[in-house]
């Protein structure tokens, strides 16, 4: 009996040492295929052209075609219930943002959610901070978000519309609370991402939007949108006058933006490991840190433990938020 327990044992040993050399040829022939790059958003948003300009440097870098296909709806949840279901191997990954902790909170509360963010996705990188503006279209009589606030309770018949990139998705967390604390009225109107909002917003349709500054910097430059806060801690170097929530009294309403790539969980180590350098060094690149900067992004190129830490953070902080405004 003892021989044959060293016999399993050997056998056991055996085993996880053919799965731990398995696991290494993977990742040191990684990749050998075109490469997924799944964005929940349609194109012409941040985090869609983040995706492209990032794609496009590591696909150099790694000798494979990264290929960005937009996957929208339900606030993200559709694109990444993609990832959360494909094969840990590598060559499905997402670009997301900020929204992502806030919908999955949203869906997870209201027990729809098809996927545990908490289980499903393995961090790779923050590839880039990109500071979430709150805009309104430039009939709104007001030049910033406390403002607006005075306005509508002022004119509690007026029929002010905000809009979003779907539920549980940060413009509509953010307007539900500044309803709340504002104690103010306007009718919600989800979109599938931030092309469709903007263009709405643009036609005078929807009076209040937002999302990540890089998709509407052209248009709060031009005047045809007013940027009224920022979401962020500091105010944006790109658009000095615009204040924060903050500092306009809305504390509670402060979310940093950012936009950063995961994998399906039980992706290897190893892939994980190579995917995080090449996000990092497509980042960082002087062309694409460039490009980047130009369109309002500051690269960043995080570990993964400081993106799962920036992702928990966010959920943990709006989870009772959401929870109270019974999004779900």
């Known amino acids: 009996m003892k021989f044959k327990g060293l016999k399993t044992t050997a056998a056991v040993a055996f085993a996880a040492l053919s799965l731990l050399t398995a696991s290494a040829v993977q990742a040191q022939a990684y990749p050998s295929k075109p490469i997924r790059m799944v ?165 005078g349709r929807i009076q209040v939007g937002g999302d990540q500054l890089s998709s509407s910097l052209a248009e709060i430059k031009a005047g045809t949108l007013k940027a009224i806060a920022t979401s962020a801690s500091r105010r944006v170097a790109v658009l000095p006058d615009v204040p924060t929530v903050r500092e306009l009294g809305f504390p509670n309403l402060e979310l940093e933006g950012w936009n950063g790539v995961f994998a399906p969980a039980k992706t290897p180590k190893e892939i994980i490991d190579r995917l995080h350098r090449e996000v990092v060094a497509a980042v960082r690149h002087p062309e694409v840190a460039k490009r980047l900067t130009e369109m309002g992004a500051e690269p960043v190129g995080s570990t993964p433990a400081e993106q799962d830490a920036i992702l928990r953070r966010q959920m943990d902080q709006f989870r009772p938020v959401i929870r109270d405004m019974k999004l779900e």
């Open 39 to 203: 964005v929940p958003f349609p194109a012409g948003g941040t985090t869609d052209i983040v995706a492209r300009i990032v794609a496009q440097r590591m696909q150099e870098s790694m000798g494979q075609p990264v290929l960005v296909e937009n996957r929208a709806g339900a606030g993200g949840a559709i694109g990444a219930d993609v990832i959360a279901k494909a094969a840990p191997d590598g060559y499905t990954i997402m670009m997301h943002n900020l929204t992502f902790p806030l919908s999955a909170v949203a869906q997870t509360l209201a027990k729809r959610s098809p996927f545990d963010a908490d289980k499903d996705f393995a961090g790779v990188s923050i590839a880039v901070y990109v500071p979430f503006m709150l805009t309104a279209a430039p009939s709104v009589p007001a030049k910033d978000l406390r403002e607006l606030a005075a306005y509508l309770r002022a004119n509690p018949s007026q029929q002010y519309n905000y809009g979003s990139t779907g539920p549980g998705s940060t413009v509509h967390v953010l307007g539900e609370a500044f309803k709340r604390e504002a104690k103010v009225n306007m009718e919600h109107i989800a979109f599938k991402g931030a092309a469709p909002l903007k263009q709405e917003m643009l036609a």
